[in-house]
């Protein structure tokens, strides 16, 4: 038996745990459904296969003879509960199936809020459009109660907007099912933290700047710092230990987006977006190192301090394009830019990139640090230009 570390999903969001589970001298084995997958060739064992086929994903792990020592993921609340069962079947730590379950289903997560007193938007599921247009009270959001990347969430303002958005939330759940939320106004900030044991270890707090609607939420930027008080983020904080602690993470990484004082929702798990990477350069926490010791059972409080930072300022800056079949993708001239410290993209040459309808159509990322706000948003244009992108856009016809 050849002993590795199980990476559950093979998409760039995972590149972290892959270095790092290296690093620390595990060789890696990629799960990925998708034979595109950019991590099963950077694996030293790639495995084709959706991970939400848990037992068919053991009889792999058996046909390949790998003995996992870990499992883990981040970056995509689809596979969080897959890796919790797998986790389970095979004897190693991990996050407990039934707080991946309540993480996975907003219906089950708004439950856990409510019993808790977390704050959170009012609503409830809807069987049909019809029953959405009943429980309409004003500007809402329906969504699929397993979604992720904003796939078919949509702003409601008028009842004869609900028909076409319950549709799309509709279509876009796994399960069949969607909910009907009261839209919150103000800022988005995400709030990273990680627990063990019961124990909250703040990360960082990050302005979440959002696209133009349509598409609704989707994230263009991650900034820090928040330009909070420390008082302001201290009450943060404290929320996000509380909505971690209702839908029972005790141990492992908590991802919690919130507007004012109410929790939109919790990922337990690592943010997609690059939050970890960026937290270690502006905060020196290291999350992914510990995520990684977390899975492989040798966390301990001591990984879970804040060593030094590199800059005051930072953020991750994601690149959004029109769609269109791609010629050329290179982001080695951003990489040459004085605090650049990653560039990267989702897709690849001869795909076709299709129109932003969600956070899964971005077209890549960079991760930046500055002195300041001003050379941050200086160096973002500059790096921004740099990235050599060419992409043939369709024009309609007539």
């Known amino acids: 038996m050849r002993p590795a570390f199980v990476l559950v999903g093979g998409s760039r969001s995972q590149l972290g745990l892959l270095e790092q589970a290296r690093a620390l001298g595990h060789e890696v084995c990629v799960v990925d459904g998708a034979e595109t997958a950019p991590l099963l060739a950077e694996a030293e064992i790639g495995i084709v296969r959706n991970f939400v086929e848990v037992d068919a994903v053991l009889e792999d792990l058996r046909a390949h003879e790998v003995e996992p020592v870990a499992v883990a993921t981040m970056g995509s609340d689809q596979a969080v509960l897959?890796?919790?069962?797998l986790a389970e079947r095979l004897g190693l730590p991990g996050l407990p199936v039934r707080t991946a379950e309540t993480v996975a289903d907003k219906r089950k997560m708004r439950a856990a809020f409510e019993a808790a007193a977390v704050p959170t938007a009012t609503?409830?599921?809807?069987?049909?459009?019809?029953?959405?247009a009943t429980a309409f009270e004003g500007p809402s959001v329906l969504k699929p109660v397993d979604g992720s990347a904003q796939r078919g969430v949509t702003e409601v303002r008028a009842p004869e907007e609900i028909p076409a958005a319950f549709e799309r939330a509709l279509a876009a759940s796994r399960t069949g099912a969607v909910v009907l939320e009261r839209y919150l106004e103000g800022d988005e900030l995400t709030i990273n933290g990680f627990l063990l044991d019961g124990e909250y270890f703040p990360m960082s707090i990050t302005k979440r700047l959002l696209h133009p609607p349509p598409p609704l939420g989707v994230c263009i930027a991650h900034r820090y710092p928040s330009g909070l008080s420390e008082k302001r983020e201290r009450e943060l904080f404290d929320l996000a230990h509380r909505g971690s602690k209702a839908v029972g993470i005790e141990t492992g990484p908590s991802y919690v987006q919130v507007r004012e004082d109410f929790v939109i929702e919790v990922g337990a798990r690592l943010g997609g977006g690059k939050d970890a990477e960026l937290a270690k350069l502006v905060t020196g926490f290291d999350a992914v190192r510990a995520n990684v010791l977390w899975a492989l059972g040798?966390?301990?409080?001591?990984?879970?301090?804040?060593?030094?930072?590199i800059a005051t300022h930072g953020q991750v800056r994601f690149v959004v394009s029109p769609p269109g079949r791609i010629v050329r993708l290179d982001a080695s001239p951003a990489l040459t830019l004085d605090g650049v410290h990653e560039a990267g993209f989702y897709w690849r040459e001869g795909m076709v990139l299709?129109?932003?309808t969600s956070g899964a159509e971005r077209l890549g990322y960079l991760v930046l640090t500055a002195a300041g706000e001003d050379e941050l948003d200086d160096l973002t244009d500059r790096a921004l230009r740099a990235l050599d992108v060419v992409i043939a856009v369709e024009q309609p016809v007539g």
Not at 82 to 85: D, V
């Open 82 to 85: 897959p890796t919790a069962r």
């Open 123 to 132: 609503g409830r599921e809807v069987a049909s459009a019809d029953d959405a």
């Open 298 to 309: 040798e966390l301990g409080a001591e990984d879970l301090h804040r060593g030094e930072a």
């Open 354 to 356: 299709p129109p932003l």
